[in-house]
């Protein structure tokens, strides 16, 4: 009996002290949690300190040069300070500060040695020394028609110069009124606390105490810090240009460096330009959007030719490989009309002895039937998957521009350091490389290259949440859990068991998003979707992608699943208007990459991917998502950087189109409920408080929006 007792008393026990580990380890978890979710919501900052202290105002009014503009006042100092009044002589920007930051020195604000001259009764030249003996001068144009401010920038380099950022800070006076963001969407009245703006802008204030920068290509990029009245005019920032270079290894050990910053040489310059205008001339700004023809967002399917065989193309094409002919297509990318920027080897996958591709007809001649949709963007997957020599590149590279038009480049097998020395991101580029190639692709005009920077910087930038636990990092473990797949903002939005909820459902099932401008991350995080690196590949473009689409569930026992998943993210993709650039392997068919499946022996396309094809075909033809190339759409991002605007009164914005081709389907936001192009009412939709209007500007001509 006594026997009974005790092991009655000692399971109590046991289970007591189980009891209380159970809810100290539950405390302890939650704490920990509950710590993470407020560490995770405070905003990310992607810009230097400031001390606004050590930058005021010159306060002597005699020491200025004073320009009277239409509506303004510029006021420049002998030191170099700027400041801008209205006709009242209220201040609306009070400071231009210039920032460097260069590899080998420390971070700079302002210029050092300035001279400040009065050009004429419109111009003055501030001129100072930056980084490293850097000579900037800065050319302020005031014009007497128009309530507007031109700004020139020349930086003259001395020496060589690893330049990870330069801009031109602008200081406002006067409150954010209006965010442009770099999905051609709007903020008003409500800010996040920083903003990577792209090349869009910003107003600060209202009435005749305003400012206006907005569309500004001549520079790399806008960031905002919304409370401070801080606007950072980027003229040269490396996350704007992500790069890397894989240099050469025997051993094939995957080596590579970071070369996003710009590198200049010792009597290179660099010019950049923009304007801003001042007062309540414009009431409405209209907004570029990132797609044209009135669609809210935009997709692109990169496909890498790795793997695959005339039968996977044929499935995945056409639906099913015993289909020869594109005409009899129901199914597939064909079958829905979806185009695809498709690369493909010159040489087949097993090197030089198997037969190029002019000698292989069936590939050809579905190469051929592709081609005359007019829907695909056929280029090389670099030639072959070794290294190629001169006469092959050339061989390639002229055969794909006179059969195929090819402009696209996507590199392949570069990352051992070994092999496809060619690439973009390794030797090709290189005059002193047996494997230089740049002159032949300017030779042929291949201009879009694929940069598989963004997905390699952000793999080798991605903290293990689990690792850090174990390593008793518990603060930091928690705070990237969260972040891994929510953004600060969202964190602080939904609240703290709402967004544990949506972090759990991300976790399990939508790791990745849909949009290349990356929402989850903030409206702070750089998401460049293309650019030009002019000192490291010259006038070439590149473009992102930032992860690989496998796909996945489609060879689970519920592939059902995928399909539900890409429902929903397309849907999240047309809400927040964004544009996906998918980068993945279509023909391959292997474990992972489930796009094609067998029935009765024969390979098909599998039945969910193609139901996934049926909804996108769906949301196009509903004019809601605007799926092509990469060939087309960096087209149409290039020529509408060459847009410029002219505001007038009363609701009157000049449109004008720079380029020596027509714009078509030139597509404008509006937050107004009445806008006429040219007197007329031109195309156009409502998507909340927006009007989405779409035109055509023919070559060097310009159109009249009156906004109402």
């Not at 014009?143 to 003259?156: C, F, G």
């Amino acid at each position: 009996m006594k026997r009974t007792t005790l092991t009655r008393r000692l399971t109590r026990l046991i289970l007591g002290i189980v009891f209380c580990i159970f809810i100290l380890s539950s405390s302890f978890l939650g704490t920990i949690i509950l710590l993470g979710y407020f560490n995770a919501s405070e905003s990310v900052s992607y810009l230097p300190e400031f001390h606004a202290d050590e930058f005021k105002p010159h306060p002597n009014e005699s020491d200025h040069f004073k320009i009277a503009g239409s509506g303004y006042v510029l006021c420049v100092g002998k030191n170099g300070s700027v400041t801008v009044k209205s006709n009242i002589g209220e201040v609306i920007l009070s400071q231009f500060i210039y920032y460097s930051s260069c590899e080998g020195t420390n971070e700079k604000w302002g210029l050092d040695s300035i001279s400040v001259e009065l050009n004429s009764d419109t111009t003055v030249t501030i001129t100072g020394k930056g980084s490293l003996n850097s000579i900037v001068n800065l050319l302020l144009t005031v014009s007497k028609e128009e309530p507007k401010l031109d700004v020139n920038i020349k930086t003259q380099y001395s020496v060589n110069s690893i330049v990870h950022r330069e801009a031109l800070v602008a200081i406002f006076d006067i409150p954010v009124s209006e965010v442009y963001l770099k999905n051609g969407g709007i903020d008003i009245n409500s800010f996040a606390s920083e903003y990577w703006l792209n090349r869009q802008g910003v107003r600060f204030g209202c009435d005749d105490r305003s400012a206006l920068i907005y569309h500004t290509p001549g520079v790399s990029s806008l960031q905002l810090i919304s409370e401070q009245r801080r606007l950072f005019i980027n003229l040269e920032y490396y996350l704007d240009h992500p790069h890397i270079h894989i240099p050469f290894q025997e051993d094939a050990g995957g080596k590579w460096e970071d070369i996003s910053a710009a590198a200049y040489n010792p009597g290179t310059e660099r010019n950049n330009f923009f304007s801003i205008y001042f007062g309540s001339r414009s009431k409405v700004v209209p907004r570029v959007r990132l797609v044209p023809y009135g669609n809210l967002a935009g997709y692109v399917f990169t496909e890498h030719a790795d793997g695959g065989n005339i039968r996977t193309h044929r499935a995945v094409y056409f639906g099913t490989e015993d289909i020869i002919s594109s005409n009899n297509a129901k199914h597939g990318f064909v079958g829905h009309g979806i185009p695809t920027t498709k690369s493909v080897f010159y040489f087949n996958s097993d090197g030089l002895n198997s037969p190029s591709l002019p000698n292989d007809p069936l590939y050809l001649d579905f190469l051929d039937q592709l081609k005359e949709t007019g829907l695909y963007d056929i280029c090389l997957h670099s030639p072959e998957d070794q290294n190629s020599n001169r006469e092959v590149l050339e061989e390639a590279i002229k055969f794909m521009k006179d059969r195929f038009d090819a402009a696209t480049w996507i590199d392949h097998g570069f990352f051992s350091g070994k092999i496809n020395r060619e690439s973009f991101v390794a030797d090709g580029l290189n005059q002193n490389s047996e494997f230089f190639v740049a002159d032949l692709w300017e030779k042929y005009d291949t201009r879009f290259f694929w940069s598989p920077a963004v997905e390699k910087i952000q793999q080798s930038s991605i903290v293990n949440p689990k690792k850090e636990l174990l390593q008793l990092r518990f603060k930091d473990g928690s705070v990237d859990f969260w972040r891994k797949y929510l953004s600060a903002e969202e964190i602080k939005d939904m609240g703290f068991f709402p967004a544990f909820i949506e972090l759990l459902r991300r976790r399990y099932f939508y790791q990745e998003e849909l949009n290349s401008l990356r929402p989850r991350k903030g409206s702070a995080f750089p998401t460049p979707l293309y650019w030009q690196h002019l000192t490291r590949t010259k006038y070439f473009y590149s473009w992102a992608t930032y992860f690989t689409n496998g796909y996945p569930r489609l060879s689970t026992k519920k592939p059902e699943d995928q399909y539900s998943i890409e429902y929903k993210q397309l849907n999240k993709l047309l809400i927040d208007q964004g544009i996906f650039i998918n980068h993945a392997y279509f023909v391959r068919n292997q474990p992972g990459y489930d796009v094609c499946t067998t029935l009765n022996g024969k390979i098909i396309i599998n039945p969910y991917f193609d139901k996934i094809l049926e909804l996108m075909a769906g949301m196009r033809d509903s004019g809601d998502l605007y799926i092509t190339t990469i060939k087309d759409l960096l087209h149409y991002w290039i020529i509408t950087e060459n847009l410029s605007f002219n505001y007038k009164p009363e609701g009157l914005v000049y449109v004008y189109n720079n380029n020596d081709e027509p714009i078509n389907g030139l597509s404008l936001a509006v937050r107004a409920d009445n806008v006429l192009v040219n007197g007329k009412i031109p195309n156009f939709r409502k998507v909340g408080e927006d009007m989405i209007i779409w035109f055509d500007i023919p070559a060097r001509d310009y159109v009249k929006l009156q906004i109402d």
